[in-house]
């Protein structure tokens, strides 16, 4: 089955690090993605990682991949109050055909400056 | 959002009435989705369109119908819009599924 959880809320200190988590259960995925949603705004794709890595960095963004179990993290160094919005992780499927991406529920990230 | 609109942003409208939204693209992406997103919810997928006229359904697409007669314009319509379809509503193109998705900047419906 395809199911992505993620917790809905996660509150950090302005200059903190940040890290949002997500687990899904679908074990051949192929990429996995994270999107940014600002207040009144669309999803932005933000980053994302293959499923043969296990890291990808870029800037204040880490993405790090456990595909044994399955759990995949976003990590923000240095938060600042603009990183205030909802989180969303995404799996596909490639290898399945002609399947939509699977969002989670999203994580609201409130930055306390 | 560049290469893919909304339209109208905002919406009011009286239940047992039709809506029709439109998403409109400049990118010529073959695929293109309509989502919804509730509280406690996230996004849903209502429909979604891999070609024109090729669409499919999304986990809720009962009280929603689509359709795509050219590659540029996506339309949802409610045929008889009910309350529990007050939502914000999303949509979204890519090359392909496994591609990152770009999305409009989303209709707020609400049903009085």
């Known amino acids: 089955g395809e199911d992505v959880e993620q917790s809905l809320f996660l509150s950090v200190r302005e200059g903190d690090s940040s890290v949002i988590n997500c687990t899904y259960t679908?074990?051949?995925?192929?990429?996995l993605y994270w999107y940014k949603q600002e207040p009144g705004a669309g999803l932005q794709l933000l980053t994302y990682?293959?499923?043969?890595?296990d890291m990808k960095q870029d800037q204040r963004l880490t993405v790090l991949l456990n595909k044994k179990d399955k759990h995949l993290s976003l990590r923000i160094a240095d938060t600042q109050t603009g990183d205030s919005a909802i989180y969303f992780c995404?799996?596909?499927?490639?290898?399945?055909?002609?399947?939509?991406?699977?969002f989670g529920k999203g994580t609201r990230l409130s930055v306390i400056a | 959002d560049a290469g893919i609109t909304q339209s109208p942003r905002h919406k009011v409208t009286e239940t047992g009435t039709p809506v029709t939204l439109r998403c409109h693209q400049t990118?010529?992406?073959?695929?293109m989705y309509w989502y919804r997103q509730d509280p406690g919810h996230g996004l849903r997928l209502i429909h979604y369109?891999?070609?024109?006229?090729?669409?499919d359904k999304g986990e809720v697409s009962d009280g929603y119908s689509v359709s795509r007669s050219k590659t540029e314009d996506f339309l949802l319509t409610l045929e008889s819009a009910t309350s529990s379809q007050t939502s914000v509503y999303f949509c979204?193109?890519?090359?392909?599924?496994?591609?990152?998705?770009?999305f409009g900047s989303g209709t707020r419906l609400t049903v009085v």
């Open positions: 979204a193109i890519s090359e392909g599924h496994n591609y990152g998705y770009t």
């Open positions: 679908d074990s051949s995925s192929t990429y």
């Open positions: 990682i293959f499923s043969n890595m």
């Open positions: 995404a799996e596909s499927h490639r290898n399945s055909g002609n399947t939509p991406l699977v």
């Open positions: 990118e010529n992406h073959r695929y």
């Open positions: 369109s891999y070609g024109v006229k090729d669409t």
